[in-house]
């Protein structure tokens, strides 16, 4: 599967962004869907996931101020990221997981996204 990522870019501190991400395969083959995030220097984290039946998992850093969503008939799953912080920098990416455990995992190229203090 191909992944797109989109939506990234240059935000000021407090404010917010849409990341989309496309499949080019029905996103309702996989397990779940993704968001993960790469800042300079450190490892990949979770932003958040969603799995094919919609329950929703958050990691703690930006708990509260994310919200992943899911479109099946356009293959789309959306991060909206609020009250963005300068620590919110870095890489985003999509990533799909075939199973709940094992399988494949496809991750897109990634869309920047830096906030500026």
């Known amino acids: 599967v191909q992944l797109q990522a989109s939506g990234g870019g240059l935000v000021q501190a407090g404010g917010s962004l849409r990341l989309s991400c496309w499949a080019s395969e029905s996103i309702s083959r996989f397990y779940s869907m993704g968001w993960y995030r790469q800042a300079r220097g450190r490892q990949r984290e979770l932003i958040a996931r969603i799995t094919r039946g919609g329950s929703t998992d958050y990691g703690d850093s930006m708990k509260g101020r994310v919200t992943i969503s899911r479109d099946n008939a356009m293959n789309t799953v959306d991060l909206q990221m609020n009250d963005l912080k300068s620590e919110d920098t870095g890489i985003y990416y999509c990533?799909?997981?075939?199973?709940?455990?094992?399988?494949?995992?496809?991750w897109g190229e990634g869309t920047q996204v830096t906030v500026s203090s």
């Open positions: 990533k799909a997981q075939s199973r709940i455990t094992g399988g494949r995992i496809d």
